[in-house]
C-alpha cells in the first residue's frame, strides 16, 4: 500500500474506532454501526495478511494499532534497524514512542525508539500556519514538493494536500535532526525515516523512557549546569540554522545527567520565516523560566537577544507588526521592549 493510501486507510479506521457514543438518536448509531462493521472486517483482513509476514513483534498491541504498528514499522525492520517492539513508551501530542530492541542496523543502540506519527494525531496537527511561513514543502523523501498540482493541494487542504503536508512536517523533523546529530547537538540519534515513523536511539531503559525536564527537581548547582547545556545547544541549533519551535522541559530528556533535545517537526529557519525572533525568543523563555524555578536565575529576553544578533541576526527586522497580536500581553510586551531597544 503507499503512504498516502495508507494514511487514508487507517484515518478511517482510527476514527471508527475512537469515537464516543453520541445521545443523537438510532439513525446515527445505526449508521456508526455499520461503519464500525466493516472497519472489523478490513482490519480482520488486514490481521490475516500480517500473521502470513516474517515480522511479528511481542508487544501485544490492539487490534487496529497492531495494524497500524505493523504497517509503520515493516520497511524500518526490514533494513535492519528494529528486531522487535517491546512495548509503548510514551503516548504524545502527535506520534506515539514505542520501546524496540535493535536490529543488524542500529548496533549502537541498547534500545531504539519508533516514534510513530498517528494517523488522527497528523489531521489535527497544532496550527502549523505560523511555522510554514517561508518554508518549502518536502515530500516522503525529503526533497522539495515542486508539482504545480501538489503546491495546489496543499494551498487548498484537499485530502492529497493534507498528506503532502504532513509528509513534509515529518520530512523537516528527520533532516533537523540529521544536521542537528551531525552538529553535535544533544539529540538522540537519528536513524531512519519510513513514511509516518522515524527511528532513533530510545533514551531510557527497558522499564521506559527517561523523565522529560519538566518531570524531575534538579538540585540548584545541577540546575546551572543543566541550564548552560541547554543554552548551549540552543546555541547549535542556531548556528545550524534551526530554531526549534516548541522547546521547553516538556521536549527535554534528562538521563544519568545528560540531555536530550527531541521533537523537531516544527523547526524554524531564522532567516525565512517573519515571526522567527518571537519564536525563539519564546523558545528561551520558557526554558528560563523552568530554570527559574530550579533557582537559576536569568534574564531571557537579554539571552535571546544576544544569543540572536551574535548570530548576525537583527531582532527588530524580524518581528513583524502584522504578526503580533495586540490582545496578547506577553505580545505587547515584547513589543514594546522592541521599540526601545
Ligand atoms: N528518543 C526517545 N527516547 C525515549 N523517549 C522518547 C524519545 N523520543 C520521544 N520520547 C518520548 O515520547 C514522548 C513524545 O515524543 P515527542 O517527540 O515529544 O512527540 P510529540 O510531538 O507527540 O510530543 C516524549 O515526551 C518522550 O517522553
Ligand atoms: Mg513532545
Redesign the pocket.
Known amino acids: 500500500m503507499s503512504t498516502s493510501k495508507l494514511i487514508e486507510f487507517y484515518e478511517e479506521l482510527d476514527d471508527v474506532e475512537s469515537s464516543k457514543p453520541t445521545p443523537t438518536g438510532a439513525r446515527v448509531t445505526k449508521k456508526r454501526q455499520s461503519k464500525k462493521q466493516e472497519a472489523d472486517a478490513r482490519l480482520f483482513v488486514r490481521a490475516q495478511e500480517i500473521a502470513e509476514t516474517s515480522f511479528h513483534f511481542s508487544y501485544k498491541a490492539a487490534r487496529f494499532e497492531e495494524a497500524w504498528l505493523f504497517d509503520s514499522l515493516t520497511e524500518l525492520a526490514g533494513r535492519g534497524w528494529i528486531k522487535d517492539v517491546l512495548r509503548k513508551?510514551?503516548?504524545?501530542?502527535?506520534?506515539s514512542?514505542y520501546l524496540c530492541s535493535p536490529g543488524p542496523a542500529a548496533r549502537e543502540s541498547q534500545f531504539v525508539?519508533a516514534?510513530v506519527y498517528r494517523p488522527r494525531?497528523l489531521r489535527n496537527l497544532k496550527n502549523d500556519q505560523v511555522y510554514r511561513d517561508g518554508r518549502i514543502d518536502l515530500d516522503g523523501e525529503g526533497k522539495r514538493v515542486f508539482k504545480e498540482a501538489d503546491l495546489h493541494a496543499i494551498q487548498k487542504r484537499s485530502a492529497h494536500g493534507e498528506e503532502l503536508r504532513h509528509q513534509s512536517w515529518i520530512a523537516y523533523e528527520f533532516l533537523a535532526m540529521e544536521a542537528l546529530f551531525a552538529a553535535g547537538a544533544d539529540i538522540?540519534r537519528p536513524y531512519e525515516r519510513s513514511g509516518n515513523t522515524i527511528a532513533?536511539?530510545?533514551?531510557?531503559d527497558i522499564s521506559g523512557?527517561?523523565p522529560?525536564l519538566n518531570e524531575v527537581r534538579l538540585e540548584r548547582n545541577e540546575a546551572k549546569r543543566v541550564f548552560d547545556r541547554v543554552m548551549r545547544n540552543v546555541e547549535i541549533l542556531l548556528a545550524s540554522g534551526y530554531i526549534h519551535g516548541d522547546l521547553s522541559a516538556?521536549?527535554i530528556?534528562y538521563w544519568d545527567g545528560e540531555i536530550?533535545l527531541?521533537?523537531f517537526?516544527q523547526v524554524v529557519t531564522p532567516r525565512d520565516n517573519r515571526n522567527a525572533f518571537r519564536i525563539f525568543s519564546r523558545d528561551v523563555t520558557r526554558l528560563c523560566e523552568y530554570f527559574a524555578r530550579q533557582g537559576v536565575d536569568s534574564d531571557s529576553h537579554r539571552l535571546a537577544r544576544d544569543l540572536w544578533t551574535a548570530r548576525g541576526y537583527k531582532s527588530r527586522e524580524d518581528l513583524h507588526p502584522r504578526d503580533l497580536d495586540p490582545e496578547d500581553p506577553s505580545d505587547r510586551a515584547l513589543w514594546e521592549r522592541q521599540k526601545i531597544d
Open positions: 513508551a510514551k503516548v504524545g501530542k502527535e506520534a514512542v525508539a516514534k494525531m538522540p532513533m536511539d530510545f533514551v531510557g523512557p527517561a522529560t516538556y521536549n530528556l536530550r527531541i521533537d517537526p
